[in-house]
């Protein structure tokens, strides 16, 4: 099994109703978890100003980038590749905390969560130069 065909699990994980946990949407899909979601788009426009502050992200343009790997143009600092797997992988864990520890999900508090593993993978890598 791929990453991608684990997409289409997304929204029927740990849910008894088709509705968004975070914004009451009635019908969650992957895409609405990933982009649409309001409070997660929040995430990625914060996000994106930070670390790749030239991309224009919209939502069609970030699922282009995990369905169809068509990537950002990476900042000289950083891969645009860790950016989009920082900003998936924090917004995932506040997502799973909203719901097995009743956290809220806080866009601020995600894109903290976001800016420190970026910060401590980007330290991490020049050790290895």
């Known amino acids: 099994m791929t990453w991608l065909n684990s997409l289409d699990a997304i929204p029927s994980l740990c849910r008894a109703s ?3 946990r975070l914004c009451g949407h009635s019908n969650q899909t992957p895409e609405h978890f990933l982009v ?3 409070l997660v788009w929040q995430v990625w426009t914060m996000a994106m100003h930070m670390w790749i502050p030239h991309w224009r992200a919209q939502p069609s343009t ?3 980038a995990f369905y169809a790997l068509a990537l950002p ?3 000289p600092h950083i ?3 860790h950016v989009l797997d920082g900003v998936l992988a924090a917004v995932w864990k506040a997502y799973w905390h909203t719901i097995f520890d009743d956290v809220p999900f806080v866009p601020a508090n995600v894109v ?3 800016n420190k ?3 401590f993978f980007f330290q991490s890598s020049h050790l290895l130069d």
């Open 36 to 38: 649409e979601c309001p």
């Open 18 to 20: 088709p509705e968004c």
């Open 117 to 119: 593993s970026l910060q």
């Open 79 to 81: 891969d645009s590749y």
């Open 73 to 75: 143009p990476s900042p």
């Open 62 to 64: 970030i699922l282009r």
């Open 112 to 114: 903290v969560s976001v």
